[in-house]
Protein backbone atom coordinates (compact mmCIF):
# COMPACT_ATOMS: atom_id res chain seq x y z
CA UNK A 1 0.00 0.00 0.00
CA UNK A 2 1.19 3.88 -0.33
CA UNK A 3 2.83 5.85 1.94
CA UNK A 4 0.33 8.32 3.88
CA UNK A 5 0.63 11.50 5.08
CA UNK A 6 0.35 10.04 8.77
CA UNK A 7 3.30 8.66 11.21
CA UNK A 8 4.83 4.87 10.39
CA UNK A 9 2.46 2.51 12.64
CA UNK A 10 2.23 -0.98 13.27
CA UNK A 11 -0.69 -2.98 12.05
CA UNK A 12 -1.59 -6.47 11.90
CA UNK A 13 -2.21 -8.02 8.29
CA UNK A 14 -3.61 -11.69 7.41
CA UNK A 15 -3.99 -12.88 3.90
CA UNK A 16 -6.52 -15.78 2.29
CA UNK A 17 -8.20 -16.20 -0.70
CA UNK A 18 -5.68 -13.74 -2.46
CA UNK A 19 -7.19 -11.05 -0.34
CA UNK A 20 -4.99 -9.16 2.55
CA UNK A 21 -6.91 -7.93 5.59
CA UNK A 22 -6.22 -5.55 8.16
CA UNK A 23 -7.07 -5.90 11.66
CA UNK A 24 -9.10 -2.64 13.02
CA UNK A 25 -8.71 -1.96 16.69
CA UNK A 26 -11.74 -0.79 17.07
CA UNK A 27 -13.87 -3.18 15.55
CA UNK A 28 -12.02 -5.40 16.68
CA UNK A 29 -11.56 -7.81 13.73
CA UNK A 30 -9.63 -8.12 10.02
CA UNK A 31 -10.89 -6.23 7.25
CA UNK A 32 -10.28 -6.49 3.86
CA UNK A 33 -7.46 -3.73 3.14
CA UNK A 34 -8.75 -1.30 0.53
CA UNK A 35 -7.08 1.74 -0.20
CA UNK A 36 -9.72 3.86 1.81
CA UNK A 37 -9.55 1.34 4.23
CA UNK A 38 -5.69 2.11 4.55
CA UNK A 39 -6.34 5.90 5.20
CA UNK A 40 -9.13 4.77 7.75
CA UNK A 41 -6.66 2.54 9.45
CA UNK A 42 -3.68 5.30 9.54
CA UNK A 43 -6.34 8.02 10.78
CA UNK A 44 -7.62 5.72 13.62
CA UNK A 45 -3.78 5.42 15.11
CA UNK A 46 -3.03 9.02 14.64
CA UNK A 47 -6.41 9.51 16.93
CA UNK A 48 -5.04 7.30 19.42
CA UNK A 49 -1.58 7.74 19.12
CA UNK A 50 -0.67 11.43 18.19
CA UNK A 51 -4.07 13.34 19.64
CA UNK A 52 -4.73 10.67 22.87
CA UNK A 53 -8.13 10.17 21.72
CA UNK A 54 -9.37 7.03 24.12
CA UNK A 55 -10.02 3.93 22.08
CA UNK A 56 -13.63 3.67 23.89
CA UNK A 57 -14.90 7.02 22.17
CA UNK A 58 -14.19 6.06 19.08
CA UNK A 59 -16.73 4.42 16.25
CA UNK A 60 -15.82 3.16 13.16
CA UNK A 61 -18.12 2.77 9.81
CA UNK A 62 -21.52 2.88 11.19
CA UNK A 63 -25.12 3.28 9.57
CA UNK A 64 -26.97 7.08 10.07
CA UNK A 65 -30.21 7.98 7.78
CA UNK A 66 -30.26 11.42 6.16
CA UNK A 67 -33.06 12.25 4.24
CA UNK A 68 -34.36 9.13 4.43
CA UNK A 69 -31.30 7.56 2.73
CA UNK A 70 -28.97 5.20 4.39
CA UNK A 71 -25.50 6.80 4.71
CA UNK A 72 -22.09 5.07 6.77
CA UNK A 73 -20.20 7.57 8.36
CA UNK A 74 -16.00 6.50 8.40
CA UNK A 75 -15.21 7.65 11.79
CA UNK A 76 -16.80 9.22 14.82
CA UNK A 77 -15.23 10.13 18.06
CA UNK A 78 -17.97 11.09 21.12
CA UNK A 79 -16.99 13.19 23.88
CA UNK A 80 -17.62 11.11 27.20
CA UNK A 81 -21.36 12.62 27.68
CA UNK A 82 -22.38 10.85 24.31
CA UNK A 83 -21.82 13.76 22.25
CA UNK A 84 -20.10 13.86 19.24
CA UNK A 85 -16.66 15.44 19.24
CA UNK A 86 -15.00 14.71 15.85
CA UNK A 87 -16.58 13.13 12.71
CA UNK A 88 -13.95 12.06 10.18
CA UNK A 89 -14.32 11.46 6.09
CA UNK A 90 -11.28 9.01 4.98
CA UNK A 91 -11.44 9.03 0.88
CA UNK A 92 -8.79 6.38 -0.85
CA UNK A 93 -5.13 8.48 -1.67
CA UNK A 94 -5.89 8.47 -5.06
CA UNK A 95 -9.29 10.54 -4.68
CA UNK A 96 -8.58 14.55 -5.32
CA UNK A 97 -10.44 16.10 -1.92
CA UNK A 98 -13.27 18.62 -4.28
CA UNK A 99 -16.41 20.15 -2.46
CA UNK A 100 -18.10 17.25 -2.69
CA UNK A 101 -16.43 15.94 0.01
CA UNK A 102 -16.61 19.02 2.02
CA UNK A 103 -20.74 18.72 1.19
CA UNK A 104 -20.78 15.12 2.45
CA UNK A 105 -19.51 15.55 5.62
CA UNK A 106 -21.51 18.65 6.09
CA UNK A 107 -24.42 16.91 5.12
CA UNK A 108 -23.23 13.75 8.05
CA UNK A 109 -22.74 17.12 10.76
CA UNK A 110 -26.03 18.37 9.95
CA UNK A 111 -27.08 15.48 11.80
CA UNK A 112 -24.80 14.40 13.96
CA UNK A 113 -23.77 17.74 15.34
CA UNK A 114 -19.50 17.47 15.98
CA UNK A 115 -17.56 20.12 17.17
CA UNK A 116 -14.78 19.30 14.56
CA UNK A 117 -14.29 17.80 11.43
CA UNK A 118 -11.89 15.75 9.15
CA UNK A 119 -11.61 14.86 5.94
CA UNK A 120 -8.25 13.08 5.02
CA UNK A 121 -7.13 11.17 1.72
CA UNK A 122 -4.34 10.18 3.61
CA UNK A 123 -2.09 12.92 1.90
CA UNK A 124 -3.96 15.74 2.27
CA UNK A 125 -5.73 16.22 5.62
CA UNK A 126 -8.23 19.30 6.29
CA UNK A 127 -9.31 20.24 9.58
CA UNK A 128 -12.25 22.42 10.50
CA UNK A 129 -14.14 23.36 13.67
CA UNK A 130 -17.99 24.15 13.33
CA UNK A 131 -18.92 27.41 14.71
CA UNK A 132 -22.63 26.98 15.61
CA UNK A 133 -23.94 30.15 16.11
CA UNK A 134 -23.03 31.39 12.48
CA UNK A 135 -23.73 27.69 10.84
CA UNK A 136 -20.19 28.20 9.18
CA UNK A 137 -16.69 25.84 9.28
CA UNK A 138 -13.62 27.29 10.80
CA UNK A 139 -10.53 25.83 8.92
CA UNK A 140 -7.90 24.91 11.39
CA UNK A 141 -3.84 23.81 10.50
CA UNK A 142 -3.93 20.85 13.13
CA UNK A 143 -6.87 19.07 15.14
CA UNK A 144 -6.99 19.52 18.67
CA UNK A 145 -5.40 17.10 21.09
CA UNK A 146 -7.94 15.30 23.24
CA UNK A 147 -8.82 17.18 26.65
CA UNK A 148 -9.86 14.65 29.32
Known sequence: MQKLNFPTYS??????????SIFDDIRKKFVILQPEEWVRQHCIQFLIQEKGYPKSLINVEKEIIINSLKKRYDIVVFN????????????????????????????????????YLLVTNGLN????????ETKRYNFLRDLPNYNK
Open 11 to 20: FRFKSSKNKT
Open 125 to 132: HYYCQMNF
Open 80 to 115: PNGSIHLIVECKAPNMTIKQDSFDQIARYNAKLNAS
